[in-house]
Structures are given as C-alpha cells and as structure tokens.
C-alpha cells in the first residue's frame, strides 16, 4: 500500500522561508515504477498548480512560474524522501501543499496535504 505523509507546514511570515518533506511507503522508485515524485499546491476555489518534481534518476522539473524560488530535493539517505524548500514568501504562496508519486504506467499517488499560511 502506498502511503506519502508530508510534514512541515505552518504559519509562515512575509518574506520568510518553508521547507516542507515529504516520505513515501509502498513504492519502488525506477525507471518502470515510481518515475517521480514531486509537489503540488492548491487553494481554495483554484485548481492544484504543479510546483515541480524529482524524478527517480534525479533529475529536476520546475514549474516556470516557481523557477528560482524553490528547490526540490531528495534525502541522502532515503530516495522515498524528498524536500520542497521554498523563499521570500507572500500571501500569494498561502495554499494546501500536496505530494504525489506518478507510477508508470499511469497512477498518481497523493499525500494528505499539508497547510501553509502566511502572514502578510
């Protein structure tokens, strides 16, 4: 069974920082399994707008609209974590910020979401 938790939202200030994780169970990451795993974001009323991913062979997507904002990494110890690090907060970035592993051939697996709020 695949489970993906995320941790470490919270109230953020204007400006600031966040650094989200997230770990993942039941899955295989490579080139025939778990392809990536990245995140996503949503507020209320919006569609989830994706915010980048890491693929299982390391390589890194972005977003355009997130290009020199974020980092999205992968835990040196364990390939089933990864980390969204994310700068100079607004209210703008004040949404639900979800992970999701895409599993060839065609499954996406999603984590409960975690809130950030930012205080303007």
């Known amino acids: 069974q695949v489970q993906l938790v995320e941790s470490g939202g919270g109230l953020v200030q204007t400006g600031g920082s966040l650094r989200l994780s997230c770990a993942a169970s039941?899955?295989?990451?490579?080139?025939?399994?778990?392809?990536?795993m990245g995140w996503y974001r949503q507020t209320v009323g919006e569609e989830r707008e994706l915010i980048g991913f890491?693929?299982?062979?390391?390589?890194?997507?972005y977003a355009d609209s997130m290009k020199g904002r974020v980092t999205i990494s992968k835990d040196d110890g364990s390939e089933n974590t990864i980390y969204l690090e994310m700068n100079n907060l607004t209210p703008a970035d004040a949404a639900v910020y979800y992970c999701?592993?895409?599993?060839?051939?065609?499954?996406?697996?999603w984590g409960q979401g975690t809130r950030v709020a930012v205080s303007s």
């Open positions: 039941g899955i295989t990451f490579g080139i025939f399994g778990a392809y990536y």
């Open positions: 999701k592993v895409y599993q060839r051939p065609s499954s996406d697996y």
């Open positions: 890491i693929t299982y062979d390391g390589n890194l997507k």
